[in-house]
């Protein structure tokens, strides 16, 4: 009976967070897992490249502290050094630096805000904690804007913040009760930069799978699950044409990417024709020192900018050095990449005078995926998001940034992959045995091969 052995439970399309939790988890219960990931190094959107003594992570990453993420990381006891970032700063409008006003008090003084603003925006900070999110998931932000009765000015200051705590510059479709959920979540629990970066996480979640049993093949990309309308999922087929054969498979990969696997009409049409991406051009800057190390953040008000030295927190550059990452939010919209580098350098010109001689690497990246789909009002917010069972395919779950009832960025893909990998437990515990099946057929053919 070698075939047992060899016999896949679980199969996982994508080695980005999402199914490499998935992966540790049901290895973990001892269920045979295998994990394809098409590129050549796993890790997705979380992979840190180390560039002359910088980690380079895609992009300005940061945990929330009091997100689902940092549960299921410490569920699976996985350890990392997070640090609260150095808030040092400026917001900028009309192209003038203004000292941040997180406080109370520099809240009072700020020019940033008018004085009825000011009195909006304090009155609603004191509020924050006890809003219910939940009755205003179908709600966009713009409505809850207008029914708050927030002047121009508020608006505009609460849209630099909530760019700041979800990436989504899009009001117009964006959940309220969601936003204000992680709006919440990132005021009462801040962020974690991670010491030398998301690759930790990638490769704890890795070690902690291979540990338990799992296979990783990288380099390893699947062309379509196998799937009947009576019987469910089969398996899947790989690049090479070759095929796998599994009780049950979870794609921890974006909507598009799912519809293309699965092929036939689907559902999952419907949930990749319905994903708007939230995007963001970012340039990560590494230099020997830091012209001006007491202004570690920028925030743009009246433009959608982003500007943290992650070094200044997090172990990332090496002694004396800084690792910069800056970004611009874009809306569906948004007309020229060349224009953002051109505004994220105008950024660093602003808050780093002299940063051009410093430079030792730096990276733009003009189209970044950062959540395969914003949180639309238009559905129900979060409880309307899809998965992580797929209705009408047995054995097929999702995982991932755009999945689940719970959170956003990151902190859906891990919290999905968690439950997509309870309910294969759950769906797997009602399968018959396979090694029952076969022994059968055995005794029913005594020449039946099974090598
Ligand atoms: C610029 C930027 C900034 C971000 N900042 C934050 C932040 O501050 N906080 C936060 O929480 N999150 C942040 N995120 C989001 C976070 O990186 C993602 O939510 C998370 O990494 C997604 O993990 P995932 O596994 O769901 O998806 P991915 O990382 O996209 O992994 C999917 C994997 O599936 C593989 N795959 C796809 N198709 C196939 C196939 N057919 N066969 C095999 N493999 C396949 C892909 O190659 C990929 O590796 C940011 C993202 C970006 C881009």
């Not at 498979?249 to 696997?261: E, F, H, K, N, Y």
């Not at 919209?333 to 430079?359: C, K, M, N």
């Amino acid at each position: 009976m070698t075939y047992h052995q060899d016999q896949t439970d679980v199969i996982i399309v994508g080695g980005g967070l999402a199914g490499l939790t998935a992966a540790a988890f049901l290895a973990r219960s001892g269920r045979r897992v295998v994990l394809y990931e098409k590129a050549h190094d796993i890790g997705g959107r979380a992979q840190t490249q180390r560039k002359n003594g910088f980690y380079f992570n895609l992009g300005p990453h940061a945990l929330y502290r009091f997100g689902e993420g940092v549960k299921v990381l410490r569920e699976l006891g996985l350890e990392f050094n997070g640090h609260f970032p150095k808030l040092n700063g400026v917001l900028i409008k009309k192209g003038q630096p203004h000292p941040l006003p997180f406080q109370p008090l520099s809240l009072l003084t700020t020019k940033v805000l008018s004085w009825p603003a000011k009195w909006q925006v304090m009155r609603l900070m004191a509020a924050l904690p006890k809003i219910d999110p939940v009755p205003l998931e179908s709600l966009t932000v713009r409505d809850w804007f207008e029914e708050q009765g927030f002047n121009a000015d508020t608006r505009m200051y609460l849209q630099a913040l909530i760019r700041l705590a979800t990436y989504t510059a899009d009001i117009e479709h964006q959940s309220a009760g969601a936003t204000i959920a992680q709006v919440q979540r990132a005021a009462a629990g801040n962020v974690l930069y991670v010491d030398n970066g998301w690759q930790v996480l990638v490769d704890g979640l890795r070690r902690l799978a291979e540990s338990a049993g799992a296979i990783i093949e990288s380099g390893a990309r699947v062309t379509a699950i196998d799937w009947t309308g009576e019987q469910g999922v089969s398996g899947v087929r790989l690049a090479d044409s070759s095929t796998r054969a599994a009780a049950a498979v979870i794609v921890a990969a974006s909507p598009a990417a799912t519809q293309t696997l699965v092929g036939q009409p689907s559902l999952i049409d419907r949930w990749a024709k319905a994903a708007i991406p939230v995007k963001a051009a970012v340039l990560d800057v590494a230099l020997k020192r830091l012209p001006r190390p007491e202004t570690t953040f920028a925030l743009g008000v009246d433009q959608p900018l982003y500007l943290s030295v992650h070094s200044a927190a997090a172990h990332l550059a090496p002694e004396g050095g800084a690792l910069i990452h800056t970004a611009k939010y874009l809306d569906s919209a948004d007309p020229d990449p060349q224009l953002a580098e051109q505004e994220l350098a105008g950024l660093l010109d602003l808050t780093q005078p002299g940063w051009r001689e410093e430079v030792v690497e730096q990276r733009f990246l003009p189209d970044m995926t950062v959540i395969n789909a914003l949180i639309p009002a238009e559905q129900g917010g979060l409880l309307g998001r899809p998965g992580p069972e797929v209705p009408g395919i047995a054995g097929l779950y999702v995982a991932g940034d755009w999945v689940g009832p719970v959170g956003m960025l990151s902190d859906a893909s891990l919290a999905s992959a968690r439950q997509a990998a309870q309910l294969v437990q759950d769906y797997l515990a009602q399968q018959p045995p396979l090694s029952l099946e076969l022994s059968s057929i055995e005794i029913k053919s005594n020449s039946f091969e099974l090598a």
